[in-house]
T-cell receptor, first 114, second 117 residues
Framework: GNSVTQMEGPVTLSEEAFLTINCTYTATGYPSLFWYVQYPGEGLQLLLKATKADDKGSNKGFEATYRKETTSFHLEKGSVQVSDSAVYFCALKRGGGSNYKLTFGKGTLLTVNP | AAGVIQSPRHLIKEKRETATLKCYPIPRHDTVYWYQQGPGQDPQFLISFYEKMQSDKGSIPDRFSAQQFSDYHSELNMSSLELGDSALYFC????????????????FGPGTRLTVL
């Protein structure tokens, strides 16, 4: 079945540091890949997505590239801010159709200190 | 822009009681998904509906049932509540079975936090 593995946290960085959160997946076919962010006490917000190999999703300074050869979708940001402190979830959705469920990774807690 | 609405936002129940969670999707969205997120856990898919029919089923206990109504809102009914049912329950909606990835992005509601005492 489909699964997502992401690096365990927590990750603690200083403001303006470089961020990488690793995510790899196992899936049949060509899934769509997502990063969701969950701020304390809030729901899930879509951060970025990629629907086919070599696509790069980007938003708010975050980027992730869909790498089929390494089955990876690592999240990166060049300079983190305190406001980026949150839990980040990598997720995939089976391709080929539209209303399939999301499969999430375990989540990575990011804390950014001033 | 309109978002997914969930009610109530917080719910406290005793063991063996029942609970009903409601979800109102974004206008013109026809697909609703339910996820359960335990403390410190990743969201787990429970069930989904497309055009009022169940479209997929995940790890939903037999004590739970759900349906989607003619106005596309959905309700998750939970009976014989157990301590382990304490979790954040998310509803998400999307426009299903339309071409293009932008039509199937799932938008999440703020969640209902259920506490079973």
């Amino acid at each position: 079945g489909n699964s997502v593995t992401q690096m365990e946290g927590p990750v603690t960085l200083s403001e303006e540091a470089f961020l990488t959160i690793n995510c790899t997946y196992t899936a049949t076919g060509y899934p769509s890949l997502f990063w969701y962010v969950q701020y304390p006490g809030e729901g899930l917000q879509l951060l970025l997505k990629a629907t086919k190999a070599d696509d790069k999703g980007s938003n708010k300074g975050f980027e992730a590239t869909y790498r089929k050869e390494t089955t990876s979708f690592h999240l990166e940001k060049g300079s983190v801010q305190v406001s980026d402190s949150a839990v980040y979830f990598c997720a995939l959705k089976r391709g080929g159709g539209s209303n399939y469920k999301l499969t999430f990774g375990k989540g990575t807690l990011l804390t950014v200190n001033p | 822009a309109a978002g997914v609405i969930q009610s109530p936002r917080h719910l406290i129940k005793e063991k063996r009681e029942t609970a009903t969670l409601k979800c109102y999707p974004i206008p013109r969205h026809d697909t609703v998904y339910w996820y359960q997120q335990g403390p410190g856990q990743d969201p787990q898919f429970l069930i989904s509906f497309y055009e009022k029919m169940q479209s997929d089923k995940g790890s939903i206990p037999d004590r739970f049932s759900a349906q989607q109504f003619s106005d596309y809102h959905s309700e998750l009914n939970m009976s014989s509540l157990e301590l382990g049912d304490s979790a954040l329950y998310f509803c998400a909606s999307s426009r299903g079975l339309a071409g293009g990835s932008s039509y199937n992005e799932q938008f999440f509601g703020p969640g209902t936090r259920l506490t079973v005492l």
